[in-house]
């Protein structure tokens, strides 16, 4: 099947205020720092929270994945909050979630409400993971999207790794004799029940989201397509020194009063739309956020004890980092499909080798942190740089908020789906098969990739909804 497009029309816009465009997409990427973070600061409390609240294995898997039942929900209904009041308000929104969250999730008296904050900053998760994305693509010029969009799967990582990282610190400030928190609430916090202070540094970049957000303009492709053309083609002129006129043809208008379900089911956006349920479905079972996780509950099943289990996965954030910012760099010259599609082929030999190890029982020492290391950077450089990237630029500007909300939805669905049911699997068939199920699952993906999802990089969004309609 033929998934080229033609490259002969593109955005050249030389002059612009890059200071406006930079400071915009580092403010919105900042919702994936909240993302990382929340989704990754569990992962050192898995242990203790058992422990005080003795869970079952069951229990453990819905106290890991109660955050993703809140992701569904804000991923759900982001994309008609946003399409109908705009992108900054509910980013606004996401933000506040997301404090409430920390907060609660560091003083609950019961697990039912350590549960109920979870969910609420699930809510948050799920709204940034649409709006966070879709509000940097519509600012950005064709020939740096990419770049720009993979800014936000960057601030993901970083959010991992500040997690990692604080977890990491926490523990060992708890550990320590120079720790003069023994008493009251700061003991609770910061020595006998560390878990909370884990939970309680999130709302320090919280805060600082909260804040930025009021300094950044709307979205000018929301502010041309809701009628206010003057005011967003103004915005779009001052940050990149002309305006396609392609935005502005009623053409690109048409049917934006029926954006329910039936105009995601027309020839052509079938298509977009499969194209984003499968990154999101094929991104989860590649094992990611199970590693995320569960990362330290794995090295433990290693044999590593948990401050060094969490210390390795310190290691493994930062060749996450380190691999995201090649992805980052590359993205716009390589182009989508070759880091797509090589990279997830690294990702199943990777996830192969390590389920030989656990298997073969010497999943022990190194081994298993080096190819973990392996398989994050691989998926670093791959699926996790482009996912939000196309989501965030197969669809049209009067659909972008419902179909990028039913694309995600997908994605935290599976994720549920993966993080619930992963203790109870892994305790019934072995860690082994646990990840030769997720490579199976990669290299069903890699198939549906080649096939399916076309290359985007230098092409402006309309061009790019121009191409769907013409069912290339």
């Known amino acids: 099947m033929n998934v080229k497009m033609n490259n002969d029309v593109g955005l050249n816009t030389p002059s612009g205020n890059k200071a406006l465009l930079g400071m915009t997409c580092f403010v919105a990427s900042l919702g994936g720092v909240l993302f990382g973070f929340d989704t990754a600061v569990i992962s050192g409390t898995f242990g203790m ?54 907060l609660f999730s560091a003083i609950p008296p019961s697990f039912t ?19 966070s994305p ?15 969009v993979a800014l936000y799967q960057l601030s993901i990582v970083i959010g991992i790794l500040l997690a990692y990282f604080s977890n990491w610190a926490l523990l060992r400030y708890a550990a320590s004799p120079d720790n003069i928190f023994t008493a009251g609430i700061l003991g609770k916090v910061l020595n006998t029940e560390i878990w909370r202070g884990m939970f309680a540094a999130e709302m320090i970049p919280c805060g600082l989201f909260i804040l930025l957000l009021f300094f950044v303009p709307e979205s000018p492709r929301w502010l041309i397509d809701k009628g206010f053309v003057e005011k967003g083609t103004a915005l779009l002129r001052r940050i990149n020194g002309e305006v396609d006129e392609k ?23 079938r298509r977009a739309l499969a194209v984003g349920i499968g990154l999101s479905v094929f991104g989860q079972f590649t094992g990611v956020n199970i590693v995320i996780y569960y990362g330290p509950t794995i090295l433990e099943g290693a044999g590593f004890a948990l401050d060094n289990a969490v210390q390795f996965q310190v290691l493994i954030g930062i060749i996450n980092l380190l691999f995201t910012v090649i992805a980052l760099t590359k993205i716009d010259s390589w182009g989508r499909r070759p880091l797509l599609i090589g990279g997830m082929a690294a990702v199943f030999v990777s996830l192969c080798a390590i389920g030989t190890l656990f298997v073969t029982n010497i999943a022990s020492g190194i081994w298993t942190v080096v190819l973990l290391c392996i398989y994050i950077g691989s998926l670093a450089l791959s699926i996790n740089a482009v996912i939000w ?19 995600t939805f997908a994605n935290w669905g599976t994720n549920f789906a993966a993080a619930f049911l992963f203790p109870w699997y892994v305790a019934s068939v072995g860690m082994g098969a646990g990840f030769f199920t ?27 909804e121009q191409y769907w309609k013409k069912g290339s």
Not at 134 to 148: D, N, V
């Open 49 to 102: 929270v058992e422990t005080q609240y003795s869970l079952s294995k069951l229990m453990v898997g819905w106290f890991g994945s109660s955050a993703l039942i809140g992701a569904i929900l804000g991923a759900f209904v982001a994309g008609s909050l946003s399409d109908k009041y705009g992108r900054k308000p509910i980013l606004i929104l996401a933000a506040f979630l997301f404090f409430v969250s920390a």
């Open 113 to 131: 409400l350590l549960i109920a904050a979870r969910l609420v900053g699930g809510l948050g998760v799920g709204m940034a993971s649409v709006l």
């Open 134 to 148: 879709m509000y940097i693509s519509e600012f950005a010029p064709a020939k740096i999207r990419g770049r720009l």
């Open 247 to 269: 935005i502005l043809r009623p053409g690109n208008k048409e049917g934006k009063e029926k954006v329910g379900l039936s105009e995601l089911l027309k020839p052509g956006m």
């Open 389 to 407: 990237v196309l989501i965030g630029e197969i669809y049209p500007t009067h659909i972008r908020g419902r179909a990028m909300s039913l694309a």
């Open 438 to 464: 997720f490579a199976a699952f990669c290299l069903a993906g890699t198939v549906f990739f080649y096939k399916l999802i076309p290359e985007t990089k230098g092409k402006t969004l309309e061009e790019i």
